[in-house]
Structure formats: C-alpha cells, structure tokens
C-alpha cells in the first residue's frame, strides 16, 4: 500500500518529509493557506471536526503557527499537508500532537479534500506516519480519537491497524449536543509485528 517512506531532514532537526508512492508529506507553510481553507470550509470535511466555519484567517493562523515549529516539540500540533505528486497540490494534512505528559505518546488527525478520498491516500499517508513515528522517532504509541458517526474515520484507523480501545457515550458536548467518541491506538510493538508480517508474506 505505501511505496517507499523516505526521511529527510532539513534546517538541522526541526523539519521533515516524508514521501509514499502518490504523496510527499511536509510541513505546513505560508503558501499552503488558500488550498488547506479550499477543503477544510467544506461541511463533509468539518462534519466531524471542532470547527464548523473555516475561513481565511483560520487557515493564515494555522500555518503562522508552524513557522520555525519544530517536529517532536511537546504539546504542540505538528501540520504536515498531502502533496499529491502528479498535480503538485495540496490535497489535505496530517497532524501531530507531541504528548507533553508522556513524549513517546503521539496524537494524529487527518483531513482530506473530498474529491481525493475514497482512494486510499489517507491510509498512504497515515501509514508512511506511523513508520516515521515508530521507526524513525522510537515512539511507543499512536493514537486517534473520531467522532463514533464518523464511519469512514474509524475505516482508515481499522485499515492501517489501530485497535478501537474505548467508545464513549454522548461524553463530550459538541456543536450543541452531547457527542460520542472512539478512541483508537496502535503501540510500537504491534505495529512491528504487523510490518513483519508484511514483509514475510
Ligand atoms: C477520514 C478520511 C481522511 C478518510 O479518507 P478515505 O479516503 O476514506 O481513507 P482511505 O485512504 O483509507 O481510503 C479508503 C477508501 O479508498 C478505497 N481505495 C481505493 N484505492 C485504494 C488503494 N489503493 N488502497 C487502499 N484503499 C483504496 C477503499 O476501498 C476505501 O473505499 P471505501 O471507503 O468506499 O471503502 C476522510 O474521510 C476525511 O478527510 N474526512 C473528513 C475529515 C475527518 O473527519 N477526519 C477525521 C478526523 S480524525
């Protein structure tokens, strides 16, 4: 499914890109602003998420709060965005929240432009992420919360090979009623027993 991950690095240890087959992950920049509102402001992106409306400011903020981030920096929320590599577009983003409580704990999040879904390039890229977490960063979890309506959410986490740990019922208020919760982990030595069994196949 992923091609080849590789690692680069660049300005010493703070930036990263990833590339898969079809996308090259990188952090987000100044210029991704109009194509990362273009996807986010559409409803069947922000069903499920904590905005509802995403506009220009939303999107000028998102990106001015990565400049000079750098990776792996606890408590805050990395942004890589998709570049598909045919179009040279962005097509949606990868998040990464770098536990402050615990360091080797990684939240991840992931959005992607309706006309791109349904072909397997979130689970491409959220593959490619975890190898890097894993592999690269010696992380011991990963872990994802979605909304419980969110079916294709929870899809893409059972597909790269997150277990469901917990679902909560209606416990957090969201856009005006209570709302219900999966939560999903893939720990460091599940994830390498199933990339062995992979690779042995
Ligand atoms: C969650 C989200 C990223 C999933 O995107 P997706 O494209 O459905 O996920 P995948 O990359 O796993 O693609 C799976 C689909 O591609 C199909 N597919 C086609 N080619 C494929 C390939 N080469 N490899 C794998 N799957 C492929 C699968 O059959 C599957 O289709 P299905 O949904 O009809 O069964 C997307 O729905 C989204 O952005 N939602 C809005 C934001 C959101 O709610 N995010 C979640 C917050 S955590």
Redesign the pocket.
Known sequence: ?VGVSRYSSSMGISTVELETERLTLRQARADDAAAIQSYRSLP??S???SWTTFDAADATRLVDDQSDLAIDTPNFWYQLVLVAKVSRSVI?DLALHFREDDHRQVEV????APT?????????ALQCVLNYLFGELGKHRVL???DAA?E??A??FR?VGFRQEGHFLDHVLFKGSYGSEYLFALLAREWQTSASETSGR
Not at 109 to 112: E, R, S, T
Not at 116 to 124: I, M, R, V
């Open positions: 499914m069947e992106v069903k499920f998420q949606g999040g992931i959005n992607l791109e879904q349904g072909n397997g390039l979130a689970a491409e994802a919360i979605t969110n294709n959410a899809a893409l597909r």
